[in-house]
Nanobody, 126 residues
Framework: QVQLVESGGGLVQAGGSLRLSCADS????????MGWFRQAPGKEREFVAA????????VYADSVKGRFTISREKAKNTVYLQMNTLKPEDAAVYYC???????????????????WGQGTQVTVSS
């Protein structure tokens, strides 16, 4: 059973950085495509980034390209989201998600993911 736990959220000033972590504490040897989504108050949950099973391929939403980096550390069953040059509009609850399909495409839809974490809050002050 996959159990995703996010951490690393907090309050940061605009222009600052945060690194989010997503640890899978439930399973032992499966590797999934992993994604990050975010949801701001009153808005729909939106795709942020995804990383392939090997970690060699990544995709990003246009709004975060060049500022955010997704990566994974297989030995720790952990996926990271390094967020730099944060803007007030980046403030949201950030969720990680696991996709059991082997296909690394069409990754921006919430329905493409099978497991979700509980989220971690990111607040950006202007």
């Amino acid at each position: 059973q996959v159990q995703l736990v996010e951490s690393g959220g907090g309050l940061v000033q605009a222009g600052g950085s945060l690194r989010l972590s997503c640890a899978d504490s439930g399973r032992t040897d499966s590797t999934y495509i992993m994604g990050w989504f975010r949801q701001a108050p009153g808005k729909e949950r939106e795709f942020v980034a995804a990383v392939s099973r090997s970690g060699g391929a990544r995709v990003y939403a246009d709004s975060v390209k060049g500022r955010f980096t997704i990566s994974r550390e297989k030995a720790k069953n952990t996926v990271y989201l390094q967020m730099n040059t944060l803007k007030p509009e980046d403030a949201a609850v950030y969720y990680c998600a696991a996709r059991t399909s082997l296909l690394f495409r069409n990754l921006s839809g919430m329905d493409k993911y099978d497991y979700w974490g509980q989220g971690t809050q990111v607040t950006v002050s202007s």
